[in-house]
């Protein structure tokens, strides 16, 4: 899932302080469960801007909603008849939403409530770790599983490099070292054969190297 | 033992302070409430196992919150005592009753009601 993480309320405070009407519009998805931008935290951050505006005497209107998703043009639609009514929407959806919403809302000012992290997994409640960087050319196959690409702070796919110590990375030793890793899974899979064999240059141009992607599937297309 | 208590405390029955989350304390101060005072098992008690202890890290969640509004994080607190300690709950009860009076009301509350 996309990892994503509270703002400052601050920094959201200083966006909206001159907007009279604002929706607060959370996601039903991934910023649901990292616990960053789903109805909860909507209701949250809602109560937290109606308490600051009455405090400093001003008369805004805030409302809450949260949409099924805030990345598909379906879901978007649901607030097609009220966008209109307000002056700012804070929308607590990972940037792929935010930018969705702007597109889609071009008159209106959309302000991200989250900084967008990464694409990982809850390792358990409160920690979520980066698992892959959507390099485009999954490579998991021949590394038993364990991406290079996302793990190892130097992206290398022969690895490990000298900085490897005791299965930890030089960067940090609490990180472990992916090619450590990826050496125990393959010989726990039986397959340190594939450890000797030498990974080719990879095509990065499928990584953010080629410019913006795009994925067309016309066999799905209506 | 017939202790008292401030009339003015409000107590809200919870299954587990574990229960109480961050906008059921916003919500409380958004309507008015002068302070909100969270008073859960002994710590290492808890019948749930943790639920004093997230509590205790959600009040300091509103705390944070309450200081950026600038309604201040003092009017929210967490107290810990048993179900046996009665005298300790009339205790509290007075301390932050008293420490409500010190702090005055709730901001909101008075631009509310100039509002209106």
Redesign the interface.
């Known amino acids: 899932m996309i990892v994503a993480d509270k703002k400052p309320v601050e920094e959201i405070i200083d966006y909206v302080k001159d907007s009279k009407k604002i929706l607060i519009l959370g996601c039903n998805e991934c910023v649901t469960v990292c616990e960053a931008g789903g109805k909860k935290e909507v209701g949250v951050l809602a109560s937290t801007l109606r308490m600051y505006f009455l405090n400093q005497g001003k008369d805004v209107r805030i409302d809450e909603n949260t949409l099924e998703r805030q990345c598909d043009h379906e879901y978007l639609e649901e607030i097609r008849d009220v966008a209109d009514e307000y002056d700012a929407i804070v929308s607590l959806a990972c940037g792929v939403g935010v930018q969705f919403m702007a597109e889609k809302y071009h008159s209106i000012p959309i302000y991200p409530g989250v900084n967008t992290c990464f694409l990982g997994a809850t390792e358990h409640r409160g920690l979520w770790t980066e698992r892959c960087q959507a390099c485009g050319n999954c490579l998991l196959a021949v590394t038993g599983g364990i991406c290079p690409v996302s793990r190892c702070a130097k992206r290398i796919l022969n690895g490990p490099c000298g900085g490897s110590s005791k299965g930890k990375c030089e960067i940090n030793k609490d990180l472990d070292c992916a090619w450590q890793l990826i050496v125990d899974r393959l010989k726990a899979l039986d397959r340190l054969e594939d450890y000797e064999k030498v990974c080719e240059i990879k095509d990065w141009s499928t990584d953010r190297a080629g410019g913006p992607r795009k994925v067309v599937r016309e066999d799905v297309q209506i | 033992m017939r202790l008292t208590y401030p009339t003015s405390i409000k107590i809200v029955r919870v299954p587990c302070t574990g229960k109480v989350?961050?906008?059921h304390m916003?919500?409380a101060?958004?309507k008015g409430a002068d302070g909100v005072c969270i008073v859960g098992c002994m710590e290492g008690d808890c019948h749930f196992k943790s639920g004093n202890f997230r509590a205790r890290k959600r009040v300091e969640q509103v705390q944070k919150?309450?200081n950026?509004?600038?309604?201040g994080g003092d009017r929210v607190q967490m107290y810990n005592l048993s179900s046996g300690e009665g005298p300790l709950f009339a205790k509290y009860a007075n301390e932050i009753h008293e420490k409500i009076m010190e702090l005055g009301p709730n901001?909101?509350k008075l631009?509310?009601s100039?509002?209106a």
């Open positions: 989350d961050v906008i916003l919500r101060f958004e919150l309450l950026t509004v600038g309604i901001p909101i631009k509310k100039k509002a």
